[in-house]
């Protein structure tokens, strides 16, 4: 094996989710040659990335996180509209029942960078709610984008620069062949990380053939928040529950009775739209629910995106290039 | 401060503290070490999805940081609407967390979390029998308290206003009532407190320990809301133990009237 030097360290990354394809374009654009390793055959069978909302909005969701993830998520507005075109820089919309209308203060109280908006403005906004919803947050800066499209379009950016990506190739660290080993494998390295814990995600999508929307719209509930991200052609993804549980069965009835039940809150005409799937993935996180870099060695480990794999990857990604650099630079 | 004893465990902090809806298990376990929280309750129905099939509870999620805390912890059937499915669980939760303790909650309404009192005894009785220490959070009815009682519970967890609505005691000479007739057994206010303020309050009148979970998780610094509701529920005791003074509908002053007497 060569020794690794700052300008020639080959790093294969292991996982070829958001966390690992964000991880390989980041360190390909500072030089390093990469190799991701992905155990599936196609992007679809990789649940957590596949099945994400793909909202990149760090304001929103300090509301169930600590207070880092604004200023980390900060740096994914500016990193996907970089990266991938069709990321769509259009705001998100914060709505509620009027008999939960507690919420939307609680939820104002708790995070920044919106305005306040009366039905009037919700309804130039969004003209599909028109004469829905009194009062709602807007928050401009937040942008969305389809997770699946956006996987697809990575990995064609990333081998177009030169990297390689391999499907249908389960490999543990101690295989890779690469001078670095970056583990991206989010639940799947759990037998390896005794702090990551699985939390359980249920989603679903449905087609509308009357409805459509520019945003993502999230409805407040006291106990069963649910947001909506439209992903064109009437296609919607409405998601999700968070069970403190990494079993990754069918999606049970309640959890599919409490998404569709604020889906056709939000809007009655959602109650003719087609159910096109639904589908359960394990979210892998840390005690702190924030993403972590560990290091042993030539060996890093990227884990703990938890609900945040499409927002906090950016920032996860430049910690591993740091830290990255860092031991090179200690090689060197 | 007097120790508390429940089900035959002196418990040292009155302040029993849910869990669910923090910002991270992290933050969870700094609020309960910050306000020296003893027991914890934690909802099983629904984090439960596999074990009825035989998978077991993954080893290394949420429910092996609730064991790290050091602390009691105290399940309960929260979302159960029906006799059958709070037995089901609270056996789910004896087997997974090993404590007989189950926090009963048979929910009559749904938009309300108003408990079905009925379903609450029958299932308390059945628990019982089992050797379930049962914690049952119910209404301020005294009948309902009596057959609770009868069934075997040693103590009860009245609501002070519904589960989750933060709006303080909404019926205070129910509570007051339910305190009186049942003067040796520990009530423990179950719902509805949303300040500190509101703590002292039912603390002064002589409630034996308070049980929270929005009021504490959704603060905007649930660290150091926790902390303010232990000072809170400690200042609520000692003032009760102390044997506040009456209030009257006019002043009394505290100095004699010296030289203010009429002559003659």
Redesign the interface.
Known sequence: MLKPSKRHASIGIIGGGAAGLVTALTLQEAGFPVHVYERHKDFSQNRCSWLAGGMIAPWCERD???RAVIERGKEALQWWPEHYKETRCRGSLVLSSQHDRHEIV?FA??SEAFDYLEGEDLAALEPALEGRFQEGLFFPQEAHLDPRKALLSLAWLLEQQGGLLSFGQEVSPRDIAEDIVIDCRGWAA?PEM?R?????GEMIRVRSYELNFSRPVRLLH??FPVYIVPRGEGIFMVGATS?????D?PV?V?SAYTLLEALQRLHPAFGEAEIIELNTGIRP??????PDVEQHGRLFRANGLYRHGFLLSPWCARQVKEQVMAYCGEMA | MAALTLYGQEVRSRLLLGTA?Y?????L?EAVEKAHVDIVTVSLR??????Q?G?G??G??????IKQLGVHVLPNTAGCHSVREAVTTAQMAREILGTDWIKLEVIGDDQTLHPDIFGLVEAAEILVKEGFKVFPYTTTDLGVAERLLRAGCQLLMPWAAPI?SGQGISHRSALRTMRQSFADIPLIIDAGIGRPSHAVDVMEMGFDAVLLN?AVA?A?DPVRMAHAFAQAIEAGRTAYEADPMESFSSAISASPLMGRGKLG
């Open positions: 169930a996180s600590e609680r109280r708790r759990h005794p990551l814990r699985g939390v359980r006291p106990r069970i403190e549980n990494a079993y069965g049970s309640q996180a840390f005690p702190d629910n924030l | 809806r910002p991270s298990p992290a933050c376990q629904r984090e439960t999805i596999g074990m099939r998978e509870l993954s290394q999620g949420f429910w092996r940081l989750g929005t959704q905007g």
